[in-house]
T-cell receptor, first 115, second 112 residues
Framework: NAGVTQTPKFRVLKTGQSMTLLCAQD?????MYWYRQDPGMGLRLIHY???????AKGEVPDGYNVSRLKKQNFLLGLESAAPSQTSVYFC??????????????FGPGTRLTVL | GQQLNQSPQSMFIQEGEDVSMNCTSS?????WLWYKQDPGEGPVLLIA?????ELTSNGRLTAQFGITRKDSFLNISASIPSDVGIYFC????????????FGTGTLLAVQP
């Protein structure tokens, strides 16, 4: 099992450019999440999905869009990148077992710099 | 958005020393979690706590779920160089989405 994988690992964009980050999981998890990590801020939830075809906003969704067309993939899009979106982006997935916490498994991250 | 207050922000210690860090929140949680992030990697779950007052160990790590449900503590005994990394607390209110709220992180450096 590869677990959670993210593509690409690094990317540099110019202001105004667009790009898509891909997250893939092979654990058959229902739930998937996108976070951003900034120095001194911890991880903040951007968007999440509770199943194929469904997405919802997290706490910092502005400037991002997501899609979950297949259960194993969760895409994060930046339509017009801004320097404030320079960050490390993490994808995570978890199962859906009611009654207790379901561990979120994280990918290795994508380091994005917007100039 | 809500974030958890985690302290200290960073710690620089000698190998063999014990370490303590804590996390506080303005709201109560049903679950408290502690994650570790190695350099260049994603966070990995260390310990999960499910009940107020619960004390749970994982090797040299011990964590506690505060009685008020608004705080949690992590202790690392006899630190070793591979303990280096960023430690995050996280809280979960419960509900169907399994969402987490993360702390700001504690950077731990261990000098051999």
């Amino acid at each position: 099992n590869a677990g959670v994988t993210q593509t690409p690992k690094f990317r540099v964009l110019k202001t105004g450019q667009s790009m898509t980050l891909l997250c893939a999981q092979d654990m058959n998890h229902e739930y998937m999440y996108w976070y951003r990590q900034d120095p001194g801020m911890g991880l903040r939830l951007i968007h999440y999905s509770v199943g194929e075809g469904t997405t919802a906003k997290g706490e910092v969704p502005d400037g991002y869009n997501v899609s979950r067309l297949k259960k194993q993939n969760f895409l994060l899009g930046l339509e017009s990148a801004a320097p404030s979106q320079t960050s490390v982006y993490f994808c995570a997935s978890s199962s859906r077992e009611f009654g207790s916490y379901n561990e979120q498994f994280f990918g290795p991250g994508t380091r994005l710099t917007v100039l | 958005g809500q974030q958890l207050n985690q302290s200290p922000q960073s710690m620089f210690i000698q190998e063999g020393e014990d370490v303590s860090m804590n996390c506080t929140s303005s709201s109560i949680f049903n679950t408290w979690l502690w994650y570790k992030q190695d350099p260049g990697e994603g966070p990995v779950l260390l310990i999960a706590l499910y009940k107020a007052g619960e004390l749970t160990s994982n090797g040299r790590l011990t964590a506690q779920f505060g009685i008020t449900r608004k705080d949690s503590f992590l202790n690392i005994s006899a630190s070793i160089p591979s303990d280096v990394g960023i430690y995050f607390c996280a809280g979960q209110h419960g509900g169907a989405t399994n969402k987490l709220i993360f702390g700001t992180g504690t950077l731990l450096a261990v000098q051999p």
